[in-house]
């Protein structure tokens, strides 16, 4: 486990930033990857299965936090390729319920370790 302010995370970052930052209530969460934290590698398959990973490292960030995915206003999500956005709305619509988290999406040349998706949230503990 990994620390700051105060609060334990799963994975440690992949290199010099936080997982996560509170400012006031507000809760800044850094890009996740699909990265496993148990074995630190990467989720294999499509973008759907990279997904899915993505979300549950989000949700572990979270929890440490004492939050739940309510508690997440604004997330940003980077495809390698847009043709992925229908599967990975998909597997994002499991993770949240109204009202949903805006959301941005786009497209971008490359992604940390070659994983097809990356996604930062904002989070409110109210």
Known sequence: M???????FPQAALCSYSQARWAGNTLYLSGQIALNPKNGSI?????????????NNIMAVLSAASLTPAAIVQ?????????????????YATFFSEPFPARSCVAVRALPKGCRIEIDAVAYKS
Not at 2 to 8: E, P
């Open 2 to 8: 990994y620390t700051f302010v105060g609060t334990s």
């Open 43 to 55: 989720a294999h398959g499509d973008a759907a299965a990279q997904t899915k990973q993505v979300l």
């Open 75 to 91: 997330v940003t999500i980077y495809l390698v390729d847009i043709q992925d956005f229908a599967a990975v709305n998909e597997v």
